[in-house]
């Protein structure tokens, strides 16, 4: 029945017999569902800005960062400066089976660089080897540090991508080369790019041994980085209730003295966003398909009147031999007409503009790729058809329920 000429040839008659009723009621879908795309695709640029700031740190990393204690602790005065050392480090990281890169930093801070007569001030991460794995360092030229290197307190470097290019010019090869730290040689062993961005490129890594004994840092470090397998939110807030207790014993504070020591649960903070995009995902679908449906409604009235005006033809119809069914199936197979096509129109609209946006607007921190995937399309268009025929299923029923003898009455 759907493939009968007849049929098709009677809707695109009806169509074009009510051109500004069938757009008006057409719009209303394609409305709907053009913003329903576009919603998503928003959602989906902010998630993706969002998760854009993660792809710089390893996602199950925790970051523990010194304080000051808040509360006096067996004898100990409250105001106390946390300092964390080798030691701290070396403990904390075979405390926890989970844990396996790690990393302590030692900063610098800024200093002036230079190789031969190209001068830049950059700066100055001293890490452990574990460092690139936290922070997804992208060796691009020869290695990161490694163990060799922290024990026996070489003179070696890690520069990033910006650093080489105002380093070496031309091109040049960096590897083997000397570059000074101050007044200090060091050798390059390798050159990275970061998911952070430029800021991140400006940097350069340094052994944190070599850097202890040559810039009087002693046993000194100022942060300390780990991360946790594929270990469970829940078992990470475990590992910092471990980290927090045994740095409580080695320090003499409070363990409950949040202040006195401050850990960073990235699968936490990253926990916690995927929750709030999915809320608003979850919003979104509301408002579009509330939007969709007020256009469904919109249909099923316009089809109502559609099947008011056409009695006198459904009875003689039925008069002359119509089935139920085929009269059931004319109407749904128009609805659903009007509805495919006013929203296909609305969704290739949807697409192009997000494409649109994507493709000229600038990609920030927290928006970026407001791009509506091929899942969606394919759910918003099985919704559509889904929406015609619940658009057109009462209508039909009327129109089904007509008798030949009233309908020929009809004026």
């Known amino acids: 029945m759907i493939f009968e000429r007849d049929n ?7 169509i074009n017999k009510n051109k500004l009723r069938t757009f008006l009621t057409g719009f209303s879908v394609a409305w709907g569902i053009f913003m329903l795309i576009i919603l998503l695709g928003s959602g989906n640029g902010l998630q993706n800005g969002v998760n854009h700031q993660f792809e710089d740190d390893a996602v199950n990393s925790l970051w523990v960062y010194s304080g000051q204690t808040t509360k006096a602790y067996k004898g100990t005065n409250a105001g106390r400066r946390i300092l964390f050392n080798n030691q701290d480090y070396q403990k904390v990281k075979n405390s926890d089976a989970f844990i396996d890169h790690s990393s302590g930093r030692f900063y610098l801070g800024s200093k002036v660089i230079n190789y031969k007569k190209n001068y830049g001030t950059y700066d ?7 460092h690139k794995y936290i922070e997804k360092t992208n060796i691009t030229q020869g290695r990161f540090l490694n163990a060799m290197d922290q024990d026996q307190y070489k003179k070696v470097v890690v520069i990033g991508d910006i650093v080489r290019k105002d380093l070496f010019k031309n091109g040049n090869d960096p590897l083997g080369k000397y570059i000074q730290i101050g007044l200090i040689p060091f050798k ?3 050159v990275f790019e970061d998911e952070g961005g430029e800021g991140e490129m400006r940097k350069v890594y340094i052994p944190i041994s070599t850097a202890q004994r040559i810039f009087n840092g002693n046993n000194r470090i100022h ?10 939110l829940k078992q990470t807030k475990e590992i910092e209730k471990e980290i927090r207790t045994q740095l409580a014993s080695l320090h003499h504070f409070d363990p409950e003295d949040e202040r006195a020591i401050r850990i960073n649960n990235n699968l936490e903070n990253f926990s916690q ?20 449906i007020a256009g469904i409604v919109g249909i099923s009235n316009i089809m109502m009147i559609v099947v008011k005006e ?3 033809e459904i009875g003689v119809r039925k008069a002359l031999g119509a089935t139920p069914r085929s009269i059931v199936g004319l109407i ?3 609805s659903t007409v009007i509805t495919s096509f006013a929203g296909y129109i609305g969704l290739m609209l949807g697409v192009f503009i997000l494409e649109l946006v994507s493709k000229y607007m600038p990609a920030s921190d927290f928006f970026r790729n407001p791009q509506a995937n091929i899942q969606v399309a394919l759910a918003a268009m099985a919704l559509l058809i889904i929406a015609g025929l619940i658009a057109g299923f009462i209508p039909a029923r009327k129109a089904a329920s007509i008798k030949p003898i009233e309908a020929l009455r009809d004026e």
């Open 310 to 312: 056409r009695t006198r």
């Open 124 to 130: 100055i991460r001293a890490v452990n080897p574990g």
């Open 188 to 190: 390059v062993v390798g």
């Open 8 to 14: 098709w040839q009677e809707i695109f008659s009806t």
């Open 332 to 334: 749904l197979l128009e």
């Open 273 to 292: 966003f995927q929750n709030l995009f999915l809320g608003i995902q979850i919003f979104i679908w509301i408002v579009g398909i509330g939007t969709i």
């Open 223 to 232: 942060q300390m980085m780990f991360t946790v397998g594929n270990a469970s």
